[in-house]
């Protein structure tokens, strides 16, 4: 039976050692343990990840113990050294990327030896996931530790189902480029079919990178790599509602906070709950309550602040000094503000079971949830699945992605500590009606985009992009198809074929004026055109003078301009007697503006077409102005007859009735089925020509997956080696 193999970098379950050196086991805090902890033990599947621990030589048994008591709980151990720890996890994962995607640059470290823990680790999960999977699993890599590990599996398992979401915040290019390994991070999470964000902004940062720095644009988010496509898009972790909202409702809850409430008096309770991180903004929260105290003093000995930090990272430098920072803070303000029957701030330096969150989350009138970056923050959304009476309000930062779900929360900017000083007030004073309203309208949200919900939109997806894939006809060419083709063509009498230029015979050129026939398609031209039932038809979009010269020796025939311009053997460029040109006029004006705004843009002029060229344009600027010009002649064309199309670093604007598919009806040859009838092109120019063969012809995409050609080709060197062996046969 097909199963779910997740991976990720930490397992939900934390194995530790005690005083004694005696193993415990203990659920994983943080967000990705605690969504997907839900969901792994359904069935055959299973989570491959660290346990959390190293084991030296001597403590094999233990290891053994270890791995047999995860194993029976569907879980998949992969250990790292203690040299992998440092480097790996500590290192590259929390002192390169975590700072680097969370907009804190300025505490990343670049370090090759890092990196090359990094991939070395990567591998080892690859390896380990190759172990378990069988070709019609699904594999579900997650988070930033791992973003080698899609590319790696992919080259073993060309067909397997993989998908890759990432937890925290994808930045944008102008800091993600700022790694060094950036083009080795993105090709290894594109080894995926499917990727995920929590968040739109998180998604549109990613497709910029890969588009700056891989140079592959998107199409509505969808990709194509290496001919494979690949779907980006974003899926907002849910939280597992009922787990929460029925631990609120548990007795053992109620009685905790009772026992809490007795302990802390009768006083507005405000509550944040982070890991240790500096993304949490935990110091600039503790200022915030400090100006708060001082600003209100009339909440002095009436509001206290209950804050856990769990420990996170702690060997990691930032994360120590942090730990520092946040001790100081806080003594500091109970200091100045505390008095014997008020601590300001009830601090809690370590985990707690969910009961216990479940009662901190009831007792609380306000959650202060104000991270200065934070892929989604699942903190507030418990908060809020716990509030079983709808009292409370939630003071939630932007910069987490949950803000983009729970806009009826008080929204804050982290770093204007007065906005959030007089959130504070406003929480404690908001009217019961309106808290009860607010929370009524979150909780309806993260109720049905809960965990199972985003378990199943992902892996839904996931099966669809695979189908999808399957289903798009044309097939990768492999070596038996290349003997059936090359057999076909030695077999019949005569034969016609129709062979695209730019993307197909040459290489795609930045300067449209370089991709002139080098010898060895000189060669080859010469080759396939000795014997006179064979019939070259160069299908192009070039303008007739420019193919006459660079081909016009060979004893070819011609399509230019997309079919505007026709050239059969033994006869002159003919033209179709009814077009008209007069058209350009209008349209040549408004592609000259953009050129003037557009540096490195410039247009061809055609007989019967005009077209607009960004090859050499800034990545991203080119695309722009290019659905500028679409949108802008979208009205103009269709009302003079003009068709507009969007095609590789161009945007062409030609007569309606003219295409390559039109054009080869010339040939009445292609209808006869005892010809062997091909087709080669590249780009959507050659779709209509695609279209518009006869069933038994061969049709061959360059370049691309999703195509109407029945076969598809890596490049222009494996089109010249077929139609070698073809000249040769
Ligand atoms: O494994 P650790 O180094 O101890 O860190 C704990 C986890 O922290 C991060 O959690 C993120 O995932 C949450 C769920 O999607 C999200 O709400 C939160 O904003 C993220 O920070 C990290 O991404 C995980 O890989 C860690 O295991
Ligand atoms: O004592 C604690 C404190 C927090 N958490 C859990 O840790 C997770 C924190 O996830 P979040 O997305 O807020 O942040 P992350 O730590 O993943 O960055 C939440 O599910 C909390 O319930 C926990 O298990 N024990």
New binding site residues.
């Given amino acids: 039976m097909a199963r779910t193999i997740i991976v ?3 397992l939900p379950v934390k194995v530790q050692r005690d005083s004694n050196g005696d193993l415990q086991y203990k659920s ?6 605690t ?1 997907l902890g839900s969901i792994y033990k359904d069935g055959d599947n299973v989570w491959v990840g660290w346990p959390g621990l190293y084991f030296k030589d001597k403590n094999k048994a233990q290891k053994a113990e270890v791995t047999e008591k995860l194993t029976s709980e569907n879980m998949d151990p992969v250990y790292l050294s203690e040299s992998e720890i440092k480097l790996f ?1 500590e290192g590259f994962s ?1 002192e390169t990327l975590w700072p680097t995607f969370h907009y804190f640059n300025q505490y990343a470290l670049y370090k090759k030896s890092y990196y090359d823990a990094y991939k070395k680790v990567n591998q080892k999960f690859c390896d380990a996931v190759l172990e378990l999977a069988n070709p019609d699993d699904t594999i579900w890599i ?4 791992l973003m080698l590990v899609p590319d790696m599996i992919r080259q073993k398992l060309p067909d397997a189902s993989i998908g890759f979401f990432l ?2 915040p994808f930045p944008s290019f102008e800091v993600f480029r700022l790694l060094p390994w950036r083009r080795e991070l993105l090709d290894g999470v594109l080894g995926s079919d499917l990727v995920g964000f ?1 968040t739109y902004d998180d998604m549109r940062h990613f497709l910029s990178a890969v588009s700056r720095i891989c140079f592959i644009g998107n199409q509505q988010g969808q990709i194509t790599k290496d001919r494979r496509t690949i779907m980006i898009d974003s899926f907002p ?1 849910g939280i597992d509602y009922d787990k929460y909202a029925n631990s609120s409702a548990a007795p053992s809850t109620l009685s905790k906070e009772v026992k809490f409430r007795t302990s802390m008096g009768d006083q507005k309770l405000m509550l944040s709950i982070d ?1 240790l991180d500096y993304s949490k903004g935990i110091a600039a929260r503790l200022e915030i309550f400090d100006i708060f105290l001082s600003k209100y003093p009339e909440y002095q000995n009436k509001i206290s602040l209950i804050m856990v930090v769990v420990p ?2 702690d060997t990691v430098e930032k994360y120590k000094n942090l730990k520092e920072e946040v001790d100081l803070l806080v003594g500091r303000i109970n200091g100045k503000y505390g008095s014997m029957n008020w601590t300001p701030i009830h601090y809690f330096y370590r985990s707690f079971p969910l009961d216990d969150l479940s009662a901190f989350y009831r007792m609380a009138d306000v959650a202060l949830v104000t991270p200065m970056r ?5 903190v507030c959304k418990e908060y809020v699945a716990s509030k079983l009476d709808k009292k409370g309000v939630l003071i939630l930062s932007e910069m ?2 949950a803000s983009k779900e729970l806009s009826e929360a008080l929204i804050v900017n982290p770093n204007d500590k007065h906005q959030v000083v007089d959130a504070i007030y406003k929480a404690l004073t908001m009217p019961v009606e309106e808290q009860e309203k607010h929370m009524a309208f979150m909780q309806k949200a993260i109720k049905k985009f809960d965990i199972h919900h985003w378990v199943k939109l992902f892996l839904d997806r996931l099966n669809s992009v695979k189908e999808q894939q399957k289903v798009m006809g044309t097939k990768v060419m492999d070596d038996s198809m290349v003997e059936n083709i090359v057999n076909e063509f030695k077999s019949k009498e005569k034969r016609l074929l129709f062979l695209d230029y730019d993307g197909t015979l040459v290489p795609f050129n930045s300067d449209p004026k370089e991709a002139k026939p080098d010898d060895e398609l000189r060669n080859l031209l010469t080759q396939l055109t000795a014997d006179k039932n064979t019939n070259v038809v160069i299908i192009s979009g070039r303008d007739k003078d420019t193919l006459q010269e660079w081909l016009g020796e060979f004893d070819v025939e011609f399509v230019g301009e997309h079919g505007v311009w026709l050239k059969m053997r033994g006869e002159d460029w003919k033209t179709i007697d009814s077009l008209d040109d007069s058209w350009k006029d209008a349209i040549r004006p408004i592609l000259e503006m953009y050129t003037d705004k557009t540096p490195r843009s410039f247009i061809e002029e055609k007989d019967y077409s005009l077209v607009w060229h960004y090859r050499q344009v800034e990545t991203g600027l080119g695309e722009l102005r290019a659905r500028e010009i679409i949108s802008h002649l979208k009205y103009l064309s269709s009302n003079m007859n003009l068709e507009v199309l969007e095609g590789n670093k161009v945007v062409e604007i030609k007569n309606l009735e003219i295409n390559k598919g039109k054009a080869t009806s010339r040939w009445a040859d292609t209808k006869n089925k005892n010809n062997f009838v091909f087709a080669v092109g590249d780009d959507w120019t050659d779709e209509d020509t695609f279209k518009a063969m006869p069933k038994h012809a061969c049709t061959i995409k360059v370049g691309d997956l999703r195509s109407a050609a029945k076969y598809s080709v890596k490049d222009h060197f494996a089109v010249r080696e077929l139609l070698s062996l073809m000249a040769n046969s």
């Fill in positions: 990720s970098n930490r994983s805090e943080g967000g990705l343990a969504g996890y929390n997650h988070d930033y530790q937890h925290i929590h972790i890991r996170s990272r934070d892929g989604m923050n699942l987490a992605g």
